[in-house]
């Protein structure tokens, strides 16, 4: 008996990087996990099979972010794989943790609003209604954790407009939390620091080096750090935290 048996959930953005170590993690605690992607479905059914061979539940759902119809297209995905893997369409804990990003940064100067406009689409507007729609499907303790960026707390002029749209996922939380405490539904935001996604810009030493030095423990994060504080707060164990903002940096935001 794990932590999350017989427990569901949906993780956007999950084929890859963070969500997909909290993917993997959510599973091993007996979750049965929906594996979110936008397009790289080779990723998605690698990470699904990389669960299976672990003896535990996975499905794939693809939905792309950030278009009309986004919301409808992934919860037509998650309840058909919720009725084919359980008996209806509960889902217990669901991780916000898609967004978009810019590796390179923009400087303020360069943002187009088409750039605005995307990042809002994914990072917030994205967020909001998914959990809209999953309101009818979380049970009372139910868990919401929605992961935004250091950057809320670190200025970085260069993801100022990602980081403005981090800030309103926050207060996602904050309204949510107190909005759903009466059902023991918990809200927490999770930020993380600098966190090796896979990415090319982690196979270059010198840059790896340079990052690190962010971090008090002076390196850079690896995706299960920070899903390993996910995996908490979906648990049982965190059900006396709400409307929190867990710093997941690394001791970045120490200054
Ligand atoms: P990755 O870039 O490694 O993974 C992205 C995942 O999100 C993939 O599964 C991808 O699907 C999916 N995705 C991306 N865009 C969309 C979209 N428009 N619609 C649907 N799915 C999408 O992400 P990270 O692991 O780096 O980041 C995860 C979260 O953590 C993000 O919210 C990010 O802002 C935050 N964060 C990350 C930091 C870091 O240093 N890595 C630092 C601070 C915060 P597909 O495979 O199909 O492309």
Not at 61 to 76: W, Y
Not at 105 to 122: I, K, L, M, Q
Not at 228 to 254: C, K, N, Q, Y
Request: hydrophobic share 45%; net charge negative; aromatic share 6%.
């Amino acid at each position: 008996m794990t932590r999350l048996t017989g427990k569901t959930a949906l993780v956007t953005g999950s084929s890859r990087g963070i969500g997909k170590a909290t993917a993997l993690r959510l599973a091993r605690e007996g979750a049965l996990v929906a594996v979110h992607y936008a397009a790289n479905q080779d990723a998605a059914d690698e990470t699904v099979a990389l669960i299976q061979k672990e003896g535990g539940r996975a499905f794939p759902v693809r939905a792309p972010l950030g278009v009309p119809g986004d919301v409808h297209e992934l919860f037509l995905g998650l309840e058909a794989g919720l009725k084919e893997h359980t008996d209806g369409t509960v889902l217990d804990i669901l991780v916000n943790n898609a967004g978009a990003t810019s590796a390179t940064g923009n400087a303020p100067e360069d943002v187009t609003p088409e750039d605005f406009d995307h990042y809002v689409a994914v990072n917030a507007k994205a967020p909001f209604f998914i959990v809209q729609r999953a309101l009818t499907l979380l049970p009372d303790g139910g868990r919401i954790i929605n992961i935004s960026s250091g950057l809320t707390r670190f200025a970085n002029p260069e993801q100022m407009a990602y980081a403005m749209t981090k800030g309103a996922l926050e207060q996602l939380t904050l309204h949510l939390a107190r909005h759903l405490a009466p059902r023991r539904i918990t809200v927490n935001t999770v930020a993380p620091g600098i966190t090796d996604n896979g990415g090319p810009v982690f196979d270059i030493p010198e840059a790896v080096e340079q990052m690190a030095q962010l971090s008090a423990f002076k390196r850079v994060g690896e995706a299960g750090d920070v899903a390993d504080v996910i995996t908490f707060l979906a648990t049982d164990e965190a059900r006396w935290i709400t409307g929190a903002f867990i710093d997941a940096t690394g001791g970045t935001l120490l200054g």
